[in-house]
């Protein structure tokens, strides 16, 4: 046989070898699909860039360590207005989300299907209504006319209603913008806006430029707002081991940020692309409650015994109402129905 069929004799065996080898692979493949589409196991959470036990969990991967034969999928989401469209498009199972746009998920006649299964946190002053230089405004009451900017249905919304209420305006008084956060900053920085009410870190950008007209600290006193995880009710009913291990690692969170709160700031920080000291520097501004705090009588309580957190969403439902914001707020039974306490206090145990 001459050099030259010899080679081309090799090249078709090389050529075959390679198409087989290919097709295995695309066989190996698909099956490796079938399996994990046939197992279910993929949980898709919803996180926001705000500092919280939600960034450690995330960050140091404790989810994917108690669930290991789970594929985890975070995504992130700029308010609870897009969190709530996610979970009536059934392509999220957990969140985080302010207790406003909750309150709205949970009113009307179709409320979205998710439980309240936990409290990241307690809004202090981590938000606020923040005016900008130069625009002469130094209380919410100079507000008349003016031009706001906050994520419409979020607690921050909520908390601007409130906070124009008790400065004696109503929602008519002044001109309010439907703008995210990164939006916010551009408007900002247009001059656009007068004034906005938004959260960390957004929130600090603007504090460079402008100053407080008031906080949720002080709005909290008589309306309080929080972040909370809230849950599907398919994972509840399909799963409800896996929203254990969900719940301890966020406990676990908790614990770290009232024990180690330069270790935690580390970890949000890098989930923020900030410093640990302008992390810690957020953390601060913050209310964090402890597990034993979240099971307690005042947020979530126990089976038999659902905590205040139910009266809190209602109270924020009916001012909605008020408000106009939504048609009608839905019982207290519905909503203590929509806290899930099963297992605690234990169900947070390491």
């Known amino acids: 046989m001459s050099n030259t069929r010899r080679f081309a004799h090799l090249r078709r065996r090389w050529v075959v070898l390679v198409a087989a080898l290919s097709a295995?692979?695309?066989?190996?493949?698909?099956?490796?699909?079938?399996?994990?589409?046939?197992?279910?196991?993929?949980?898709?959470?919803?996180?926001?860039?705000?500092?919280?036990?939600?960034?450690?969990?995330?960050?140091?991967?404790?989810?994917e360590e108690a669930l290991p034969d789970y594929t985890i999928k975070w995504t992130k989401f700029e308010s609870g207005a897009t969190i709530n469209q996610a979970f009536i498009g059934n392509s999220i199972d957990i969140g985080a989300i302010g207790s406003s746009p909750v309150a709205r998920g949970l009113s009307g006649n179709s409320p979205i299907g998710y439980k309240v299964a936990f409290v990241l946190d307690v809004a202090g002053d981590n938000e606020a209504l923040v005016a900008r230089n130069g625009t002469?405004?130094?209380?919410?009451a100079e507000l008349k006319g003016k031009t706001i900017g906050?994520?419409?249905?979020?607690?921050?919304?909520?908390?601007?209603?409130?906070?124009l209420e008790q400065a004696g305006l109503s929602a008519d008084d002044v001109k309010i913008v439907d703008l995210q956060?990164?939006?916010?900053?551009?408007?900002?920085?247009?001059?656009?806006?007068?004034?906005?009410?938004?959260?960390?870190?957004?929130?600090?950008?603007?504090?460079?430029?402008?100053k407080d007209l008031v906080t949720s600290r002080a709005i909290g006193q008589s309306n309080p707002t929080l972040d909370l995880g809230v849950v599907s009710n398919k994972l509840i009913s399909d799963d409800p081991a896996a929203v254990d291990a969900?719940?301890?690692?966020?406990?676990?969170?908790?614990?770290?940020?009232?024990?180690?709160?330069?270790?935690?700031?580390?970890?949000?920080?890098?989930?923020?692309?900030?410093?640990?000291?302008?992390?810690?520097?957020?953390?601060?501004?913050?209310?964090?409650?402890?597990?034993?705090?979240?099971?307690?009588?005042?947020?979530?309580?126990?089976?038999?015994?659902?905590?205040?957190?139910?009266?809190?969403?209602?109270?924020?439902?009916?001012?909605?109402v008020a408000q106009k914001q939504i048609d009608s707020a839905p019982t207290l039974e519905q909503l203590q129905e929509a806290i899930y306490v099963e297992g605690l206090p234990g169900a947070f145990d390491q």
Not at 198 to 204: E, G, K, M, Q, V
């Open 24 to 63: 295995l692979t695309l066989t190996l493949d698909l099956a490796s699909c079938s399996d994990d589409e046939s197992d279910g196991k993929t949980i898709t959470v919803g996180y926001q860039a705000f500092p919280s036990g939600d960034l450690v969990v995330k960050n140091q991967k404790w989810l």
């Open 136 to 140: 002469n405004i130094n209380s919410v």
């Open 150 to 163: 906050t994520a419409l249905a979020s607690t921050a919304h909520y908390s601007l209603l409130v906070a």
């Open 181 to 210: 956060p990164q939006a916010i900053i551009a408007a900002w920085e247009r001059g656009d806006i007068d004034a906005a009410y938004t959260w960390l870190p957004t929130l600090d950008e603007l504090r460079k430029t402008g």
């Open 246 to 320: 969900w719940r301890k690692v966020q406990a676990r969170a908790l614990d770290l940020i009232n024990t180690d709160p330069a270790a935690a700031a580390g970890f949000i920080g890098q989930e923020l692309g900030i410093s640990a000291e302008e992390a810690q520097g957020q953390l601060k501004q913050g209310i964090y409650l402890t597990p034993a705090q979240v099971a307690s009588p005042q947020w979530l309580g126990t089976p038999g015994a659902v905590g205040n957190i139910a009266n809190n969403l209602l109270d924020a439902a009916e001012f909605l």
